[in-house]
């Protein structure tokens, strides 16, 4: 089982995300969460959960704690470029689960040349797709002996300090979330379990809320700054989910990119470069997918129909 989304991608890399369910503004996400990683428990072999110390990942961690379900496993990837560690919150990361009663098994990716191959494959397998960083750590993923539980697939974030994220239609996915639907993945995403989980982190502050206005912010905050407005627009709908839900989530505020375009291994390098170029250069902006749900596509003039709720923002 991938997911209740039917996913299509062509040989551009273009993906097509259709669902015949229904969709609406949910509630009570700790218990969604919670209900998918039992049945996840009961019915999955050899599931792992893969923690980034990130705030989706960590949620979700969260949750498993409360639940102590030994079978799930917990896997912390580290992403190393000529032997130092690239995400500087790994180690608090590591102290997080720790304090949580788990000690996850820490599973290196060297990214040297074997590891940039492996991601051109993927790209040469489906077609120019996705976001430089999901291809490194969908090999990252494929490393793995058992199906790796990710925490990715829900709306909000991803567009980080490019693009016009201003005038960014809320219900625009990246298609970078949908990598695990490829049929020789072996991962599967809690949030996209099925649809009561997914539509539980479609809040009313998610449908409502106003854009920040960042005319006093500078023009080039990017995504390697954790800080951010941009990410701030995107995911703070999720982060006050996730905080309102467990207070002590705030230990692991503020999450920092998986790989930085480290200058000292060109190999990295130029494939960061290249992968985004490629990205960049597809027509009408198709790194970025809206669903469509039941014939109608949801987007910011489609919401109060397709979810059946009318934002007051909207009115």
Not at 9 to 18: H, R
Not at 113 to 124: C, E, F, L, S, T
Not at 225 to 243: A, D, H, Q, R, V
């Amino acid at each position: 089982m991938k997911g209740f989304f039917n996913y299509a991608l062509d040989s551009k890399g273009v993906a097509t995300v259709q669902t015949d369910q229904k969709m609406y503004v949910g509630t009570n996400p700790e218990y969604h969460v919670k209900r998918c990683l039992t049945e996840i428990s009961e019915t999955i072999d050899n599931p792992i959960l893969a923690y980034s110390g990130g705030m989706d990942s960590g949620f979700v961690l969260r949750c498993l704690a409360d639940l102590k379900l030994d079978k799930i496993k917990v896997y912390h990837g580290i992403f190393t470029s000529n032997g130092k560690i690239l995400a500087p919150d790994s180690e608090r990361a590591l102290d997080y689960a720790r304090y949580l009663g788990f000690d996850p098994k820490i599973v290196e990716l060297k990214l040297d040349r074997h590891a940039i191959n492996k991601a051109y494959d993927i790209v040469d397998n489906y077609g120019i797709m996705r976001n430089e960083i999901t291809l490194l750590q969908e090999v990252w993923i494929r490393s793995i002996d058992g199906v790796v539980i990710k925490s990715v697939n829900t709306f909000g974030g991803g567009f980080g300090g490019h693009g016009s994220p201003e005038q960014t239609d809320r219900y625009l996915m990246q298609q970078a979330k949908f990598i695990h639907y490829l049929s020789d993945s072996n991962a599967i995403d809690l949030f996209d379990w099925d649809v009561d989980v997914f539509c539980s982190m479609i809040s009313k502050f998610f449908v409502e809320s106003s854009n920040i206005n960042f005319s006093p912010f500078p023009k080039g905050e990017k995504y390697h700054n954790p800080m951010n407005p941009y990410t701030f627009n995107e995911s703070l709908f999720k982060w006050l989910i996730y905080l309102n839900c467990y207070p002590d989530m705030k230990e692991i505020f503020f999450k920092f990119p998986t790989a930085v375009r480290d200058r000292s291994n060109k190999i990295l390098y130029d494939f960061l470069n290249d992968i985004r170029d490629k990205i960049v250069n597809l027509p009408n902006d198709q790194e970025y997918s809206f669903i469509n749900v039941r014939d109608v596509e949801l987007n910011e003039n489609t919401a109060s129909e397709v979810l059946n709720y009318v934002p007051q923002r909207l009115v």
